[in-house]
């Protein structure tokens, strides 16, 4: 690997005082507004030149809830800056990383982006400088980053500060979520918990490795919390009672059972695969990760089986599904189980018709076109423009219990 060019002896005064790489992202964007907000001069570095100018035009690339009006608001100021050059990345004394950290086909953590991203800031990167990892990475990425920059010749610090935010809530859980700080040099923590306490929440101060798996065993708790949830359903449909009444029985007045979550897809981008990154992490596999991942991923085909068995075959039956984002009121389809089940459906025959009142898909159809034409429709999201629908008679598979006639498979 070739070492790049040293920075020069004094750098330039920063115009900037943060470049948030990713910045035009669902998790850098709302980040980037957050800290103009707050007074600082943001960079939003990314390399997707058609985001860039929907954002310059005061276009939000993606639903987020405050963030039309706050980046409206924001432009006129001058302490945005819209980039896709990567020498942006010098201009500012702080660089925050929020790429994407895929799993490969095995399941296991892919390292591609990070290596890439690496090579590419070295060269820009002032020395000294502080760069944050926000992303959700596999156990010991930021020493890993901290020592291969070091390698390229750039002595910066490094800090993980992973974002904790719910997508859709992230410029309100901004202010009122802790933000966990983790870095193992304590002048270093310094520094990123002094960039993050702008934002306004409580600031929890660890180690890299400990931010690191706090963030992964968060979305491994949610993701089988969402599982055992699942489980319970197949459970009582299999017994022939209704679920809902079972879970209502289980909850009421029931403090230690408040947080049994109700059923439905667990999907998008960060539960299943930050399950798998710490299942590549452990030596037993995490076994209870996989039993999540097999359940979760499993509720498509069991919805489908289900069908099968009720009606013999699905072939001349037209099934519609009403919502293809990952979760309700939201445009982001990254992971979404809908498209998962729209193909089990159409490998047994269905012709599938699908609608969604956010998601950008030339092979949607118009919710009217699935209200006419579907035998059978079930809710892949319950968006809330879905409730108070008039379904008629027809068959409904409602997983969410969202469309008033309960848990219904």
């Known amino acids: 690997m070739r070492d790049p060019a040293p920075a020069p002896a004094s750098a330039p005064a920063s115009d900037l005082d943060v470049v948030v790489l990713g910045g035009g992202g669902h998790v850098g964007l709302p980040l980037s507004l957050a800290l103009a907000e707050s007074g600082l001069r943001v960079g939003v570095y990314d390399t997707n030149a058609a985001t860039l100018d929907r954002i310059g035009r005061g276009e939000m690339p993606f639903r987020e809830g405050g963030a039309d009006e706050l980046l409206r608001s924001l432009l006129p100021t001058g302490r945005l800056e819209l980039s896709a050059d990567p020498a942006t990345v010098g201009r500012a004394a702080t660089l925050v990383i929020v790429i994407g950290t895929p799993v490969d086909e095995f399941l296991g953590p892919s390292m591609t982006l990070f290596e890439k991203t690496v090579r590419q800031v070295a060269p820009h990167l002032r020395d000294g400088a502080l760069v944050v990892l926000r992303s959700t990475v596999y156990p010991g990425t930021t020493a890993y980053v901290a020592q291969a920059l070091a390698d390229l010749g750039r002595q910066v610090a490094v ?27 304590p002048a270093v923590g310094d520094r990123a918990a002094a960039l993050f306490a702008r934002l306004g929440g409580e600031i929890v101060r660890t180690s890299s490795k400990e931010a690191e798996l706090a963030k992964l065993l968060t979305n491994a708790w949610r993701y089988m919390k969402f599982a055992i949830a699942n489980q319970f359903l197949m459970v009582a449909h299999q017994a022939g009672v209704q679920y809902a009444n079972v879970l209502e029985a289980i909850r009421h007045d029931y403090p230690r059972a408040a947080d049994l979550p109700g059923p439905g897809f667990a999907a998008g981008p960060c539960l299943f695969k930050d399950t798998m990154q710490l299942a590549a992490f452990t030596s037993d596999h995490f076994p209870m990760g996989q039993a999540a991942m097999q359940v979760n991923e499993g509720m498509p085909a069991y919805i489908v089986s289900e069908l099968e068995r009720r009606h013999g075959t699905l072939r001349g039956q037209t099934v519609g599904i009403l919502g293809m984002a990952f979760k309700a009121d939201s445009d982001d389809s990254r992971a979404s189980l809908s498209y998962k089940l729209r193909k089990l459906l159409a490998w047994a025959g269905a012709t599938v018709l699908c609608a969604d009142p956010y998601v950008r898909d030339e092979r949607l159809v118009p919710l009217e076109v699935v209200l006419a034409e579907a035998d059978t429709l079930v809710l892949g999201v319950p968006h809330r423009a879905y409730r108070g629908l008039d379904l008629g008679d027809r068959e409904v598979v409602d997983v969410w219990g969202a469309l008033g006639r309960g848990i219904v498979l």
Do not use: N, S
């Not at 719910?166 to 859980?173: C, D, P, R, Y």
């Open 159 to 185: 800090a993980f500060c992973p974002e904790r935010i719910a997508e859709g809530h992230a410029l309100e859980e901004f202010r009122t979520l802790p933000q966990i700080v983790g870095a193992d040099d």
